[in-house]
């Protein structure tokens, strides 16, 4: 969320800043500007209203001191005492529908993002590794995997619907050494030769106020899948009341739809990536300076309805519903989070070139740009069955945006600063997408026999296996 001061404060620059993203300025800052002069205008009138009724309450005072009647202003300053009551509502009320409207609005893209419209538009930063020159048609993951006995989309289509997956022997086996190789790698000290991250293994739910933190919520809705949490009538269900730490006993009756859903005490969604659990760690929390950065890494599977993928990548397992991903996430100081963000990125770099796979960074156009990211790089894996790079991961400095949105904030502890309480910022990066990891593997290292090599920084994980075959 940006900070209330800074967009009343700079309207010009937040317009075209949203204009260079491809919104509509209007549409989104419409609402605030009446609202914010409606709150003005309601804490004007309260204020003038406060400083009669005071006016009044010295007269009372005055003519009770000398013993005459004051029935008529008394009468006056408990009208005026209700007229403040309602205006207090009022504002109280429109600073609620004030931060709706800010958070619907993104995040403030860098000056160094280049202008665009599109993924066309995103700029080639680098480039790693030599393609490699078949001797042969190389073939997609999907045809490759399915006849190796690795892959089975059909018997998971039948499970669960499209964009599914079953993994079956060695392939199971590629999936599970690859998480563990990347956690190993970022967990490992720096003098190791890793990357000095602490692992997580957080919640694979989590609530709306996580999802809102990270700004999933409320945009993104239909995205994410939410789950329907079931009681059956006539059970006795005992309640903590998480705002006032109260428990409350309720005997579960129907509604109209047959089942009574009890809101906020069955407030579920299914995680889209670990990004959200780990950044909402220290929600409505002050770190001290002395903690920074922190460098969490966690493996999670996450689930995406993909509600605007329609008809897109609907061969193979480039766009699931459900995929594993090993993610990172930082929490640093202000001025520290381009430095992190580029190590963040390397962190992520370093595993395809352990792997040995091509890839490229790509800087991300204002139109592509994430809701909640002010600057993204992308990884892109080449992959050569299909003859196209492809996103393994997006590498993203949020600055404040979600610090402000989850109230995660850090106490200075420099000379002179007297411990002045700040937010921090936030960055996080696929470190990385298993299973395009996955096909990635089976796409570059295929063999003209039907057999895939694998990557010899993967063989101890995977038992000594040199090479999967049918």
């Given at each position: 969320m940006l900070d209330l001061n800074f967009v009343r404060g700079n309207l010009p620059l937040v317009e075209a800043k949203l204009q260079a993203r491809g919104a509509d300025p209007a549409a989104l800052l419409g609402d605030f500007r009446t609202l914010d002069h409606k709150r003005r205008e309601a804490i004007t009138q309260a204020e003038q209203l406060k400083a009669r009724r005071n006016e009044l309450s010295q007269q009372v005072g005055a003519l009770k001191r000398v013993g005459k009647d004051a029935t008529a202003l008394m009468d006056k300053t408990?009208?005026?005492?209700?007229?403040?009551?309602?205006?207090?509502?009022?504002?109280?009320?429109?600073?609620?529908?004030?931060?709706?409207?800010?958070?619907?609005?993104?995040?403030?893209?860098?000056?160094?993002?280049?202008?665009?419209?599109?993924?066309?538009?995103?700029?080639?930063?680098?480039?790693?590794?030599?393609?490699?020159?078949?001797?042969?048609?190389?073939k997609?993951?999907?045809?490759?995997?399915?006849?190796?006995?690795?892959?089975?989309?059909?018997?998971?289509?039948?499970?669960?619907?499209?964009?599914?997956?079953?993994?079956?022997?060695?392939?199971?086996?590629?999936?599970?050494?690859?998480?563990?190789?990347?956690?190993?790698?970022?967990?490992?000290?720096?003098?190791?030769?890793?990357?000095?991250?602490?692992e997580v293994?957080?919640?694979?739910?989590?609530?709306?106020?996580?999802?809102?933190g990270t700004g999933q919520l409320p945009k993104f809705a239909e995205d994410l899948?939410?789950?329907?949490?079931?009681?059956?009538?006539?059970?006795?269900?005992?309640?903590?009341?998480?705002?006032?730490?109260?428990?409350?006993?309720?005997?579960?009756g129907r509604n109209?739809?047959?089942?009574?859903?009890?809101?906020?005490?069955?407030?579920?969604?299914?995680?889209?990536?670990?990004?959200?659990?780990?950044?909402?760690?220290?929600?409505?929390?002050?770190?001290?300076?002395?903690?920074?950065?922190?460098?969490?890494?966690a493996y999670t599977p996450c689930f995406r309805a993909e509600a605007g993928a329609a008809g897109k990548d609907t061969r193979g397992i480039i766009r699931q519903h459900q995929f594993q991903k090993v993610e990172l996430v930082k929490f640093t100081r202000p001025e520290d989070s381009d430095a992190e963000h580029e190590k963040l990125t390397r962190d992520a770099e370093e595993i395809l070139e352990a792997l040995g796979l091509p890839y490229r960074r790509?800087?991300?156009?204002?139109g592509d740009t994430g809701f909640s990211s002010a600057k993204t790089f992308d990884l892109e894996v080449w992959l050569p069955g299909q003859q196209l790079y492809r996103e393994i991961s997006s590498c993203s400095n949020f600055e404040g945006f979600q610090a402000r949105r989850a109230n995660i904030r850090f106490r200075t502890s420099g000379a002179g600063s007297k411990g002045k309480v700040e937010y921090l910022h936030t960055l996080n990066g696929s470190g990385l997408a298993v299973g395009r990891t996955w096909l990635a593997i089976l796409e570059n290292y295929q063999q003209a026999d039907g057999s895939v090599l694998i990557p010899e920084a993967l063989r101890p994980y995977m038992g000594g296996l040199e090479r999967i075959e049918r």
């Open positions: 408990r009208a005026l005492k209700d007229l403040l009551d309602e205006l207090d509502k009022l504002a109280s009320s429109l600073d609620e529908q004030m931060r709706f409207a800010l958070s619907c609005i993104p995040n403030l893209t860098r000056d160094e993002v280049p202008i665009g419209a599109s993924e066309a538009d995103n700029s080639v930063v680098k480039t790693w590794g030599e393609k490699r020159v078949f001797d042969f048609e190389p997609p993951h999907w045809e490759i995997g399915e006849a190796l006995g690795i892959l089975d989309l059909e018997r998971a289509a039948k499970l669960s619907g499209a964009r599914f997956a079953v993994y079956m022997g060695a392939g199971a086996r590629l999936e599970r050494s690859l998480i563990s190789f990347m956690l190993d790698r970022h967990t490992r000290s720096v003098s190791e030769g890793g990357h000095g991250y602490t293994l957080p919640p694979f739910m989590v609530n709306s106020k996580s999802l809102y899948f939410r789950c329907a949490d079931k009681l059956y009538e006539g059970q006795q269900i005992d309640f903590a009341d998480p705002e006032s730490d109260e428990v409350a006993t309720v005997k579960v109209s739809e047959g089942i009574t859903n009890f809101g906020r005490f069955n407030d579920h969604w299914l995680i889209p990536t670990a990004e959200v659990p780990v950044t909402n760690l220290y929600r409505d929390e002050i770190l001290d300076e002395a903690r920074l950065p922190i460098c969490l890494t790509v800087l991300l156009c204002t």
